[in-house]
């Protein structure tokens, strides 16, 4: 068992190396190309010195270290391991009974205690359960070893007061551990003419580069092919014979396998697939699979890894794009629900609607704000039918037995999210794959996609490290890398632990501590529903799913190697407390609060609310859903995030998919490298398209308006393709903003209202061009009337630095209507190049007197560009570093 733990651990120390190697390749997306590295290293050196200061329990946070490129591009020295693991000492209630749990050691019929241990939670369940009336509380102890489920284990409100704690080896596995008996099924060497498997390189002729090996100038393909049959480490090769590369040969010995094609040139990949049974071996078909703590690909086109590559990195391990994507099946439409009254006056999106059915049948339940026929900000979902691929691709000359195993991962046309399509057909003449069931895993829908990829295809299992999984015959193929494994684990369940309780009858005082969960199966195929008008899809589930419940504490556990969702806490949860956590390598998002209502109605409190996020370490998520987050709230409010790191994602860190209720405080946490694979977006988000009635407010009344959300003392960086680090989109109103550090963005408003940025300091927003407006402030699709936007903003107090002179974005300036269309500003503070600046909306442009003069930026202030020194000093005093 400790050596099942330490292949754990070592996945979590490993994992910063692991995508710094792949990161590196792109060091444009992380950096923007026009920030002097000098500015970009010192920030970032600021953000791994503040990580220490929220987590100073967790040592000197190398995988921050590695995820900033600390040393790969700013050359510091890359510090010695100094790991101080979650793990301090359980606490254990003094009036509590105790049981004992032991995975291997243990007997069911035991009395569970520390000498006479049960083996499964189950049976430690049942013991709690018939603890006397007198004693409240009771601890399931988990002792070293892997705790694998027969299935889910359920708790009620019957087991109210019960803690688990873990020792130091205690893992709760969604998986199956098997001691596979391997048998070679094949051994070769596969060449194909006119592909050239040497990528990303800026080679030289006759010469080698850190990814491919010269061999010489030879007379053949045959030659080179011999070459590297010969050669044990050689995993490919490749043989150029063009006017400039003459009779060249070149191996590869790092396994990867992307050709592209090229005339004269012959490529070839060594295949050693080996195969096990497991129809003996009790077990349901799977969809992921674990070896030495790591989660083995599924045999896919383009190769990749979803753990390492993606469109941020080179290779992407995707298709760059489809010929063509079929059109959408046909469906009638929506049976629409629209709520006039209440009515949200004065604002972009005065109703409550909904639409029932109609093209969004594939949902569970099949209602959505985007299958209404006009929803305000979008149109209707629908998503594409298949889509033809370009004949020369790679797969063109292959023969798939059984497409329908096949999965189609694809990004949407706006990067606004990614899909999951299951295969029904592939047409080899017209290059065409179709499908009927997907395209649920976000909630917009689009009429074509953009980059995507193939998995779960036996013909496509070619390179080391991946895995096909044959659910009929029950055969499990491998392609080794390196020694054949002796153990592998197999994923079983898509949550590990689901508590349930009611709004009426809820479920209190569960705590969990010092617990790794691990090895659950994906998800992005099960049930996904719309919770409300945000952009977000979410299946309602996860590892840990807790529901209907009251005081519930998560804190110092591990949650690694998750197919879906981490932590969901779904509707009644009162006051829960997640803390000093660690989530990584998750397949969806980490932590999810989502709520219900009834239609507007959300006064009967059915929703997540005071939840406590506390100083988590947050990293690698969305390795399959593409709209997902580290953190992500839905009918859920007066939430406070505080003290936490997140990074290393798909879209936002943190998103509030609408403004229900309010009362929200974000303050003191750090988010970079997110959007890294989407667009139009920024490490946080919020969107505010659909209202709701609750009594936030003021505790008492129903009302349509939130209580005030704060946004205070946050470190964020806009990189990758993210456009602001405060992303306040569609509707969005009722947040102050005040002393952030943000980098590479400024202040947002888009068809919202009453938002105040106050005290914070915008560091060169326009450094991502030509991404997002490079504007210290920025207000669209403003208006007067009865669709109203733009009124009750403010910018003022700010400090901004930008190498623009024209500070501002205001689309939409009439004089007489000025004040109701674009932000008061005052008192800020601007760096420019020679102090200069100029003020500008529709055909008007003023000086900064003729601008103070019709009553805005009264006592602003405009002096030259500063240093790297003083950019820093402002991030020390603002954070207290």
């Not at 750090?670 to 946080?684: A, C, I, S």
């Not at 004089?815 to 100029?838: D, E, S, V």
């Amino acid at each position: 068992m400790a050596v099942r733990m330490f292949q754990l651990i070592t996945s979590v120390l490993c994992i910063a190396i692991f995508a710094t190697s792949i990161l590196a390749l792109k060091k444009n997306k992380a950096v923007p190309s026009n920030i002097s590295p000098t500015v970009d290293c010192a920030i970032k050196e600021l953000a791994w010195n503040y990580s220490k200061k929220l987590l100073p329990g967790r040592g000197n946070l190398l995988s921050v270290f590695d995820a900033l490129q600390l040393e790969t591009n700013c050359n510091i020295t890359r510090p010695e391991l100094n790991v101080k693991t979650r793990r301090s000492t359980p606490f254990i209630h003094r009036s509590s009974h105790v049981v004992f749990v032991h995975p291997s050691k243990g007997f069911d019929e035991n009395d569970g205690r520390e000498i006479t241990p049960v083996a499964s939670l189950v049976a430690a369940r049942n013991l709690c359960r018939k603890r006397s009336e007198t004693t409240e509380r009771c601890t399931i102890f988990l002792l070293e070893g892997a705790h694998q489920l027969k299935e889910t284990l359920h708790f009620g409100p019957e087991d109210s007061g019960t803690s688990f704690v873990g020792d130091v080896h205690a893992i709760i596995s969604g998986g199956k551990i098997i001691k596979p008996e391997w048998k070679l099924y094949e051994k070769t060497t596969q060449s194909a003419s006119g592909q050239n498997a040497i990528f990303y390189d800026n080679l030289k002729p006759g010469e080698s580069s850190k990814y491919v090996k010269f061999m010489g100038k030879i007379n053949s393909s045959v030659t080179c092919l011999a070459g590297c049959n010969e050669d044990e480490k050689c995993t490919a090769y490749v043989f150029l014979n063009t006017d400039t590369f003459k009779s060249m040969c070149y191996f590869r010995y790092d396994g990867l396998w992307n050709p592209e094609p090229q005339n004269n040139c012959v490529s070839g990949k060594k295949i050693t697939i080996y195969m096990t049974d497991l129809k003996d071996s009790n077990i349901k078909p799977f969809n992921s699979l674990f070896i030495h703590g790591r989660r083995a690909v599924r045999a896919r086109f383009p190769n990749g890894n979803p753990e390492t590559t993606g469109i941020h990195t080179t290779p992407t391990g995707y298709v760059s794009s489809a010929i063509k994507w079929l059109p959408a099946k046909p469906s009638p439409p929506a049976v629409e629900i629209q709520i006039k009254n209440p009515y949200r006056a004065h604002n972009q999106f005065p109703i409550f609607q909904l639409g029932l059915d109609g093209s969004v049948y594939q949902f569970d339940p099949a209602e959505s704000y985007w299958a209404t026929k006009a929803p305000y900000g979008g149109v209707t979902y629908k998503v594409p039918s298949g889509l033809v691929y370009n004949k020369s691709l790679e797969i063109s000359g292959s023969t798939w037995k059984k497409p329908e195993t096949g999965i189609v991962h694809a990004y949407m046309r706006y990067h606004w999210g990614g899909w999951q399509f299951v295969v029904d057909g592939r047409n080899t003449t017209s290059n065409t794959l179709t499908w009927s069931k997907g395209g649920f895993q976000e909630a917009r829908g689009d009429i074509g996609g953009a980059e995507w990829y193939v998995e779960n295809i036996f013909e496509e299992l070619d390179v080391a490290g991946e895995w096909y999984f044959d659910d009929e015959t029950y055969q499990l193929y491998y392609f080794p890398n390196g020694t054949l494994p002796e153990e592998i684990t197999i994923s079983q369940h898509e949550s590990l632990i689901s508590i349930k309780g009611s709004l009426s009858n809820p479920v209190e005082n569960i705590s969990f501590s010092h617990i790794t969960f691990a090895e659950t199966s994906s998800t992005f195929l099960e049930s996904y529903e719309v919770p409300s008008g945000g952009d977000w899809s979410i299946h309602r589930n996860g590892a840990l799913f807790i529901e209907g419940a009251k005081n519930v504490v998560v804190d110092n556990c591990l949650f690694i190697n998750i197919g879906g969702n981490a932590l969901f806490l779904s509707n009644y949860i009162r006051n829960a407390v997640v803390s000093n956590n660690e989530f990584l390598w998750i397949g969806d998002t980490a932590i999810a609060a989502i709520g219900s209502s009834k239609l507007i109605d959300g006064t009967d409190g059915n929703q997540p609310r005071g939840t406590k996020i506390l100083n988590n370490l947050v990293h690698e998520v969305g390795l399959f859903g593409k709209q997902t987050a580290a953190y992500i709230q839905s009918l859920a409010c007066q939430t406070l995030l505080n003290g936490n790191v997140f990074f290393n994602g798909p879209r936002a860190g943190i998103n509030f998919n609408d403004g229900f209720g309010g009362g929200n405080n974000v303050t003191r946490n750090l988010l970079f490298n997110f959007v890294r694979e989407t667009k139009d977006h920024g490490p946080f988000n919020s969107w505010d398209r659909q209202l709701y009635l609750t009594k936030v407010r003021d505790g008492e009344t129903s009302s349509l308006v939130p209580k005030e959300n704060y946004m205070t003392y946050n470190f964020i960086i806009s990189n990758y393709h993210s456009y602001w680090p405060i992303d306040h989109d569609d509707g969005t109103g009722y947040f102050t903003d005040q002393y952030n550090y943000l980098v590479y963005g400024g202040f947002k408003n888009y068809l919202g209202h009453s938002k105040t940025s106050q005290y914070n300091v915008y560091i060169y927003p326009d450094a991502n061009q030509p991404y997002a407006p490079p504007f210290c402030a920025c207000s669209t699709g403003t208006r007067i009337g009865p669709l109203a936007s733009g009124w009750g903003d403010r910018y003022t107090d700010n400090t901004c630095i930008i190498r623009e002179i024209e500070v501002y974005q205001f689309l939409s300036c009439k004089l007489q209507n000025i004040t109701q269309l674009i932000p008061f500003t005052a008192r800020n503070k601007f760096y420019t190049p020679n102090a200069g600046i100029i003020f500008k909306c529709d055909n008007y442009t003023w000086t900064l007197k003729e601008y103070q003069e019709i009553g805005f930026d009264v006592g602003s202030t405009v002096s030259n560009l500063v240093g790297t020194k003083e950019i820093i000093q402002w991030g020390k005093d603002l954070l207290h570093l």
